[in-house]
Nanobody, 124 residues
Framework: QVQLVESGGGLVQTGGSLRLSCAASSLTLDWCISGWFRQAPGKGKQAVASNTGSDDTTTYTDAVKGRFTISRNGNTLFLEMNNLKPEDAGTYYC???????????????????WGQGTQVTISS
């Protein structure tokens, strides 16, 4: 059974940093597409970053380019978040799909597996 377990969320001041982790089991991230989404209260899931395991291609939403970095190490997916802003707050979800490529890596509907989420709170 595929499982994705996030960790690393917490409370941080504006301008601070956090590193999120997502431990994957029963799938191999090297062969899958994986990514991070976030959800603010009352809003839908927003794509943050994605990684194509087969060629390590990464994509980022414009709002986080230059501040966030997605990476993999073995079967763990990471999201390094620097210079955090209040608008970065929300629940962060790790997602993956067994397919190496999907139609739209920013579409939550293209991912078959999700973690439980980890909360990121930004204080001003």
């Amino acid at each position: 059974q595929v499982q994705l377990v996030e960790s690393g969320g917490g409370l941080v001041q504006t301008g601070g940093s956090l590193r999120l982790s997502c431990a994957a089991s029963s799938l191999t991230l090297d062969w899958c597409i994986s990514g991070w989404f976030r959800q603010a209260p009352g809003k839908g899931k927003q794509a943050v970053a994605s990684n194509t395991g087969s060629d390590d291609t990464t994509t980022y939403t414009d709002a986080v380019k230059g501040r966030f970095t997605i990476s993999r190490n073995g079967n763990t997916l990471f999201l390094e978040m620097n210079n955090l802003k209040p608008e970065d707050a929300g629940t962060y979800y790790c997602a993956a799909d067994l397919r190496p490529l999907v139609r739209d890596p920013t579409d939550p509907g293209d991912y078959g597996y999700w973690g439980q989420g980890t909360q990121v709170t930004i204080s001003s």
